[in-house]
């Protein structure tokens, strides 16, 4: 049997470093981008019981702070649920009333970045205004910059993608960073 040569792109490295690898035989693509594989640990996890009261995921009311800007909330208000979108930041992380929050990926397969560098996407009109919204309050700017807020201080949500990313977030710059925010805001994930 004589297979196909059609070999050649079945690995190919993306303009945004993402590498895309396509089965041969079923067609399958993959793509791996290098912040998701530098999350991966090098080394087994210690194994230790969870503490219910410590240990929440970042999605739970509480930890607000932890998870990127909302896309849209679902209060239940009089027996009505109401959606309200691209809320502002004191709306946001002030009110833990919720029922459901979207919260973009702060680690996306296929990224903002992905999209942007090899097919030209650009936030919408409307992203654009939410996000400067957004970094124009000072707790805004503290939820994903870094800095304070009601006395409590704040990592950022972007310092700690970086930090998980094996970034040093004080050697990256208030320029990429912000670029970096452009996914919260525009991301691909969902419309």
């Known amino acids: 049997m004589k297979r196909d040569s059609g070999f050649k792109d ?7 470093g993402t590498i895309k690898m396509r089965d041969p035989f079923t067609g399958t693509v993959v ?8 999350r991966l640990p090098s080394e ?13 995921c970042h999605f739970c009311t509480g930890r607000e702070y932890e998870t990127p800007p909302e896309k ?18 004191e709306q946001s ?7 459901f929050r979207r919260i973009p990926n702060l680690f996306e397969i296929v990224s903002f970045q992905y999209w942007a560098r090899n097919y030209g996407y650009s936030p919408t ?3 654009v205004k939410w996000k400067e919204r957004y970094l124009s309050s000072e707790t805004g700017k503290a939820h994903l910059l870094g ?3 009601d006395d409590k201080p704040l990592k950022g949500v972007i310092n700690s993608k970086l930090s998980s990313s094996k970034r040093d977030p004080s050697e990256v710059g208030i320029e990429e960073k912000l670029k970096i925010a452009d996914a919260f805001f525009s991301g691909a994930h969902e419309s």
């Open 10 to 16: 079945c690995y190919i490295r993306l303009p945004d």
């Open 31 to 38: 793509r791996i981008n290098k912040e998701r594989a530098a």
């Open 44 to 56: 087994p996890q210690e194994k230790k019981p969870i503490d219910l009261e410590k240990d929440r």
């Open 72 to 89: 849209s909330r679902v209060l239940l208000r009089d027996g009505e649920y109401i959606v309200y979108e691209r809320l502002d930041p």
């Open 93 to 99: 992380l002030a009110d833990a009333s919720w029922e």
């Open 125 to 127: 009109e409307r992203n």
């Open 147 to 149: 800095g304070t807020v």
